[in-house]
């Protein structure tokens, strides 16, 4: 079965303030007023929020990625000393990307004038409502989990021009328990120190998102098998608690990749002497539902 996008809801959500969210593939590129409903400029934090969206009209700050307008550290005047500014843009998970890690895509373009290490740009994600956040490009204790596709972005000094970046997050599902229906914020920030240097900032355009799993019409159900013991070494146990005559397992590592897959598991456990220490994910399917597991192989 192709790739589809999953599950996505009839019922739209309401988000404070900002009307309907529900998506799971979409680009937001600052000239469409529909999906404009997922922005917040934040003001709670700092009234004099210096993020904008409009036509970049500064001298290194020109042009957006695609006319006409993009989001920037002011679209007019070189950011100012002494500050923070974020904006955030809210998601719902309404594929099942996150719940069996699969694709979570956050990728856009970027463009950074500011001094180097001093002013610069930051990347967070929270799964709960802003109680968590974590830092994509800095993070070390979840950085397994965070796919980059070739390298980081480089939020500060000059990239001389357009960069993409792109991520999948999907493994972060598993590790913070994101469940279809939970609400995403993304939040980018800019920092500037004590030193006014009169540069133009950082500017984001273009941002792709995409929520989906392969070929999965099941129902989760996170009753239907046990797994032990967790960590584990040589053997995982599997203690089916409903049989059926179709079941499936399939093993992946925190990259994605498939180290295991069986179409008609009929055993009790699975040998785990030729996996490599680390964090797996295990998917148990009947024919009506499934379930993800994940667990730790330690030799």
């Given at each position: ?25 979409y680009?937001?590129n ?117 796919q ?21 997050i ?21 920092i ?27 129902i ?52 785990t ?6 964090l ?20």
């Amino acid at each position: 079965m192709k790739n589809i996008l999953i599950l996505y809801f009839l019922s739209l959500i309401s988000i404070a303030a900002f009307g309907q969210l529900e998506d799971d593939f979409y680009i937001l590129n600052f000239d469409d007023s529909l999906n404009l409903q997922h922005l917040t400029i934040d003001t709670s934090s700092n009234p004099n929020n210096i993020w904008q969206v409009g036509l970049p009209q500064k001298t290194i700050f020109s042009s957006a990625f695609s006319p006409l307008n993009a989001i920037a550290t002011d679209t007019l005047n070189a950011y100012p000393s002494n500050d923070t500014s974020s904006f955030i843009l809210t998601n719902i998970a309404s594929g099942l990307g996150f719940t069996w890690p699969h694709t979570v895509i956050l990728s856009g373009q970027y463009f950074v004038n500011s001094d180097t290490l001093t002013d610069f740009g930051i990347i967070e994600m929270s799964p709960d409502n802003g109680n968590t956040w974590i830092d994509l490009i800095n993070d070390t204790i979840n950085a397994y989990a965070i796919q980059w596709n070739v390298t980081k972005p480089t939020l500060t000094g000059n990239s001389n021009g357009w960069l993409n970046f792109y991520a999948n997050i999907a493994n972060l599902g598993p590790i913070f328990n994101i469940q279809i229906g939970d609400t995403i914020l993304y939040r980018f920030t800019f920092i500037s120190d004590s030193i006014q240097t009169f540069k133009d900032g950082l500017m984001f355009d273009d941002f792709h998102f995409e929520d989906y799993a392969e070929g999965i019409e099941e129902i989760q159900n996170d009753n239907l098998i046990s797994v032990y013991p967790n960590p584990v070494n040589d053997q995982l146990s599997i203690k089916i608690n409903k049989i059926s005559s179709s079941q499936t397992i399939q093993i992946t590592n925190y990259q994605g990749q498939v180290v295991y897959d069986n179409k008609y598991f009929q055993d009790s456990y699975i040998d785990t002497k030729h996996l490599n220490s680390g964090l797996y994910f295990l998917r148990y399917s009947d024919t009506k539902s499934f379930t993800v597991k994940k667990f730790v192989v330690n030799h």
